[in-house]
């Protein structure tokens, strides 16, 4: 019942952070924080040997490498950077691949969409609580790719697999 609360909570709070991502262009270091927290109680109440939690957290900290890099060459924002490994922790290296691969596909749509948006939908047509990306320096809310990569890949994730299977979606 714990391992559940406690996916379902780093799900919802995937969600958030695209939400908020969506309406600021930020995502707050507190939220990427929680997320990165939740791992360990998820993962020791999961079960979790040893040397899997070890491939994690290798995992997490392979991605802070990778996406503070990307950060330094500008191509993603520092909430972005930080949210990309909290999420890695939590899918570990047998959901990387599908986590990396859906978050770079929903990253190219959101891309897409916002390019197609700017050149054809006047800013004012729309919704204020998503009108931030597509303002004059608008840039992708790259959290929307990282919560929907989470989101397809988690039944790959051995902490979340649980998770799905209850809801029906397992793997």
């Known amino acids: 019942m714990i391992l559940f609360l406690l996916s379902g909570l780093f799900l919802a709070l995937c969600i958030f952070a695209a939400l908020h991502d969506v309406n600021r262009l930020t995502i707050p270091n507190w939220l990427n924080l929680t997320i990165a ?8 109440v999961s079960g979790l040997p040893l040397e899997m939690l070890g491939g994690h ?12 890099g990307l950060f330094a ?3 993603f924002g520092g909430g972005d ?3 990309i490994p909290a999420v890695m922790l939590w899918m570990g290296p047998g959901a990387a691949l599908s986590f990396v691969i859906a978050m770079a596909v929903v990253g190219g749509v959101c891309a897409m969409i916002l390019l197609v948006g700017k050149r054809s939908i006047p800013v004012a047509a729309i919704p204020g609580f998503m009108r931030a990306p597509f303002g004059e320096k608008g840039g992708v809310p790259y959290g ?5 990569g989470a989101l397809l890949a988690g039944p790959a994730s051995p902490v979340l697999a649980a998770f799905y299977e209850s809801l029906g979606l397992g793997g």
């Open 81 to 83: 950077a930080k949210m």
């Open 144 to 148: 929307v790719a990282i919560a929907a």
């Open 57 to 68: 957290l290798l995992a997490g900290a392979l991605a802070f490498v990778i996406a503070i």
């Open 37 to 44: 927290g939740l791992f360990l109680p998820a993962a020791l």
């Open 73 to 75: 060459f500008r191509v």
